[in-house]
């Protein structure tokens, strides 16, 4: 059997007044690539300390191959974790760095040469021993603090946005890597960031956090093409939220009334009866001219057109007076729109999704997350 | 005129202004002290005549030179050992305290830390006074060495507090927890994380008490009992006016000199401590700096 299931049950801490983690079950599968997915403040870092013994919980359970380890002290746990500052020790070499778990272990010195060497050279980093962390560069004091951790041959590895104080292009390379060396080692990866294409590109499966809580946990397939919560849809990178009047199901598909005009939403919760969110992805939205006819089309404004190389992003002011972002590949067939035009906006059915009601705090979340039309969501359509 | 002018006030070019500002303070700080070297090495007794070069004062008198006058050595003797004691006891005390005291998140935290500043902000000689009756009438110290070292302790112990806190914060608690997660229990977390990045600091630390307690005039003679515990100061101060001889300059210049020489040795090994840590390098010698001034 595989080590590294890690089950949190009804998890809690409590930091003062406030609730970091708020009761939270989560089940995660030995050598799943896992990560805690949330805006700053969300409880995932917390999460990850509890499960790492840096914090005490209030209560609940952190079961790692079905053992509780809440009372256990964290050198005791075989967890480790990658921390996003690194904390390399500054005054040991590379070598004794990596090696410095193992001398805690009181492996024998002949066999810590070797695994120290074998693990720096699965980071790439052979021929380093001898270096002081500070003089080397962001992404290579990265690999060391991942070789430390991975050479005492953990069940579960912890990332703490380990990517966070890299630059982009060093990211995209070290997002794959990291993926590589998880299948490899075929260690359980709990993984903390903000960053939801992170999230996207290097998971198996996801739980977006908000507000100490698990708001879903989903393959990233799943989670951009099925959010459960508006929390999710718009932090997910897509803020095309309309608020409507859902008047239940008919022949498969959900009633909905978006101002004067009626849409068909074919998925999510479609018999649902009331106010509602519907939500649809730039990249479905599909702009036609204004002489097209239909249902599910609603006429507009191009209010902004932003050009972004490979891609376009077309924003929209509906009739209704919501505003819509599309997004399309320049792949020579579409369109040269130009701000100011009058369009249809086909929205459609099979691409719209009905979200279950949201209260009201929950939507100034996402509010504070994102501002309706930020362009957040493109990096993520465009890849 | 013109050019003289424009050599002084280009704006363009260097502050000289304040590089002459500079350099005449340096002089004016620094011409006392260089004088009062120069007249320990006096052919005659005087102390503002000069008679010619002499090495009399420091050893060559039989009776009255540094080397060969029992209380002049004897001074020199009870200042290095009074700063000698100080280290020894302020230095790892004061290490502890500033690392409970930013790790030790209770209620009594805060208001602990303003009070550590107490000493700094206390008059010395009301400190002394307060020192003495405490010690006399409470605690029955006797007075003459312990008293000393107690009470130079009690105010370098705030100043050990403050340059290591500033690094502690500096440093934060995650080389500690990458030390506890790799499999060190509490106490070689800090043994073998913590400590480390703490040396800088120790060493600013043990320079910063060492020179409080060779300055130290008012808690050291309060705390005195006698000839037998008189430091260099308080030797200084007694026979200045009366039948001094250039050899106290000389006892001065030694002062000078083991100073400079302890100032100049902590700077090297503070170098070599902190090596391959350009995080918080020069965080230690700033407070120093700010210390001293």
Redesign the interface.
Same mark, same amino acid.
């Given at each position: 059997m595989k080590n590294g299931a890690v089950d949190l049950v009804q998890l809690r801490k409590q930091f003062g007044e406030v609730a970091a983690v708020d009761g939270i079950d989560v089940s995660i599968e030995a050598g799943e690539f896992f990560s805690l997915l949330g805006p700053s403040g969300c409880g995932k870092t917390t999460t990850l300390r509890l499960i =790492? *013994?840096?914090e005490r919980p209030d209560g609940g359970k952190i079961l790692v191959d079905g053992e509780d380890m809440a009372a256990t002290?964290?050198?005791r746990r075989k967890v480790?974790?990658v921390?996003q500052?690194y904390?390399?020790?500054?005054?040991l070499d590379v070598f004794d760095n990596v090696a410095?778990?193992l001398r805690?272990?009181h492996v024998k010195k002949g066999e810590i040469k070797g695994r120290v060497t074998r693990v720096l050279e699965a980071v790439q980093l052979g021929g380093y021993e001898k270096r002081?962390?500070?003089?080397l560069s962001g992404g290579q004091q990265q690999r060391v603090a991942l070789a430390? =951790?991975l050479v005492?041959e953990p069940s579960v590895l912890l990332l703490d946005e380990p990517l966070g104080a890299l630059d982009a292009k060093l990211r995209k390379a070290l997002q794959l890597e990291l993926k590589a060396i998880q299948e490899r080692f075929g260690i359980t990866f709990v993984y903390v960031t903000h960053d939801q294409e992170e999230a996207l590109t290097m998971s198996d499966r996801i739980a977006v956090m908000s507000g100490g809580r698990v708001e879903q946990i989903a393959t990233p397939e799943g989670m951009y093409e099925e959010p459960e919560t508006v929390f999710v849809a718009d932090f997910l990178g897509v803020s095309n939220l309309m608020r409507v009047r859902a008047e239940g199901a008919d022949g498969g598909a959900c009633l909905t009334v978006l101002g004067d005009f009626s849409l068909r939403a074919g998925r999510g919760e479609i018999a649902h009866q009331g106010e509602t969110h519907i939500v649809i992805r730039p990249e479905r939205v599909v702009i036609e001219p204004y002489e097209s006819s239909g249902a599910n089309r609603v006429p507009g404004m191009i209010e902004r057109v932003v050009y972004h190389g490979s891609s376009e992003q077309l924003v929209v002011r509906l009739a209704s007076g919501d505003i819509v972002q599309a997004l399309f590949v320049r792949d020579g067939s579409s369109h040269d729109w130009a701000q100011g035009t009058a369009v249809q906006v086909h929205l459609p059915a099979e691409a719209l999704r009905v979200l279950p009601p949201s209260s009201p705090g929950e939507m100034a979340a996402v509010a504070e997350v994102a501002p309706p039309d930020s362009g957040a969501a493109l990096e993520v359509g465009a890849s | 005129m013109r050019r003289v002018r424009n050599w002084f006030a280009n704006p363009w070019g260097q502050p000289r202004a304040l590089g002459a500002i500079t350099w005449l303070y340096m002089v004016w700080s620094i011409a006392p002290v260089l004088i009062a070297i120069l007249f320990s090495f006096n052919n005659g007794r005087s102390r503002s005549v000069w008679q010619g070069f002499s090495l009399r004062w420091w050893w060559r008198d039989p009776n009255n030179s540094v080397l060969h006058d029992p209380t002049l050595r004897g001074a020199l003797e009870q200042s290095l050992r009074l700063a000698g004691l100080d280290m020894l006891i302020a230095v790892p005390l004061g290490v502890g305290l500033a690392i409970g005291l930013t790790r030790w998140r209770g209620y009594g935290a805060k208001p602990v830390n303003y009070l550590m500043l107490f000493p700094l902000v206390t008059p010395e000689i009301v400190m002394a006074v307060s020192l003495f009756l405490v010690f006399d009438h409470l605690y029955n110290v006797p007075f003459g060495t312990e008293a000393q070292v107690l009470g130079q302790v009690t105010f370098s112990i705030s100043y050990v507090v403050i340059i290591v806190r500033g690094r502690l914060l500096s440093v934060?608690p995650?080389?500690e927890? =990458? =030390?506890?997660?790799? *499999?060190?229990?509490?106490l *070689?977390?800090f043994r073998?994380?913590l400590l480390?990045?703490l040396y800088p600091a120790v060493f600013a630390s043990l320079i910063v008490v060492f020179a409080l307690s060779i300055d130290d005039f008012v808690v050291t003679q309060y705390m005195s009992a006698g000839q037998q515990t008189q430091t260099v100061p308080i030797l200084i101060y007694q026979t200045v006016r009366g039948t001094a001889t250039p050899a106290l300059n000389a006892l001065a210049s030694l002062m000078v000199i083991v100073t400079l020489l302890s100032v100049g040795l902590a700077y090297l090994v503070y170098r070599w401590a902190s090596r391959?840590?350009?995080?918080t390098s020069s965080g230690a010698l700033n407070e120093i700096a700010a210390l001293e001034a």
């Open positions: =790492a *013994g840096f002290p964290p050198h480790n974790t921390f500052s904390a390399l020790f500054p005054h410095f778990g805690r272990a002081k962390p500070g003089q430390r =951790a005492l | 934060g995650e080389y927890e =990458a =030390a506890r997660d790799l *499999g060190a229990s509490p *070689g977390a073998l994380a480390p990045l391959a840590q350009p995080v």
